[in-house]
């Protein structure tokens, strides 16, 4: 069975600050992908990345980068200089295996960034 | 890019009632597609894997009779909730994985739908 863990319930910060989300992931399958995703209030998801097991570097796109670490079975998702709009819950995700699998949500983690 | 819609997206319905709620891939072939379910500030919990051509599977904890789901065709998923109790009350987000050959599937999440049953 998979299980992913965010320990993190809310976060709140004051903008420009940066912020990590952390997410362990548990699986022992060799091949899996994980994910994360953007829940704004309007709900619909926003896919930020996908990284598969075979691929550990980490990975930067703006605002946003990803540490993928296998030896510790975590998937950190960092925001530098945060703004308002980054409020929203983050979900990371895990899915096994490639072809026709559903996710396996973590609980999420409530970001707040005060302006 | 692709896109996966889903009709209605908000629904209030009375209880006893039945609601059909339509999950479409636009522009790709989904010959399976999930369902999920989202209580208010929880995750999202997987209930069913709707399948064309074949019988839904269904997550433990699930009843079949109650959340019946039909891919009726190589686009479109529907989920109805039959004999909506205010307990079903919940946002419902359907999602659409799409094959590329070897590469892993790019999954695509439909806007979701809110149902409230009074």
């Known amino acids: 069975a998979q299980k992913v863990t965010q320990a993190q319930t809310e976060i709140s910060v004051v903008e420009k600050e940066d912020v990590t989300l952390d997410c362990v992931y548990e699986?022992?399958?060799?091949?899996?992908?994980l994910f994360w995703y953007k829940q704004p209030p309007s709900g619909e998801l926003v896919f930020l990345i996908r990284?598969?097991?075979?691929?550990?570097q980490n990975e930067i796109s703006g605002r946003y980068s990803w540490n993928f670490q296998k030896s510790t079975s975590s998937f950190n998702f960092t925001i530098t200089a945060s703004q308002v709009v980054d409020s929203a819950v983050y979900f990371c995700?895990?899915?096994?295996?490639?072809?026709?699998?559903?996710?396996?949500f973590g609980s999420g983690t409530r970001l707040q960034v005060q302006p | 890019g692709a896109v996966v819609s889903q009709h209605p997206s908000r629904v209030i319905c009375k209880s006893g009632t039945s609601v059909k709620i339509e999950c479409r891939s636009l522009?790709?072939?989904?010959?399976?597609m999930f369902w999920y379910r989202q209580f208010p500030k929880q995750s999202l919990m997987l209930m069913a894997t709707?399948?064309?051509?074949?019988?839904?599977?269904?997550e433990q904890g699930v009843e079949k009779d109650k959340f019946l789901i039909n891919h009726a065709s190589l686009t479109l998923s529907t989920l109805t909730v039959t004999s909506a109790h205010p307990e079903d009350s919940s946002f419902y987000i359907c999602?659409?994985?799409?094959?590329?050959?070897?590469?892993?599937?790019?999954?695509?999440f439909g806007p979701g739908t809110r149902l409230t049953v009074l």
């Open positions: 990284r598969n097991s075979f691929d550990e």
């Open positions: 709707s399948n064309e051509g074949s019988k839904a599977t269904y």
């Open positions: 999602s659409a994985p799409r094959l590329r050959g070897l590469t892993p599937d790019t999954q695509y």
């Open positions: 522009d790709f072939q989904a010959t399976t």
């Open positions: 995700a895990l899915r096994v295996g490639a072809g026709r699998r559903a996710l396996t």
């Open positions: 699986t022992r399958d060799t091949t899996y992908y």
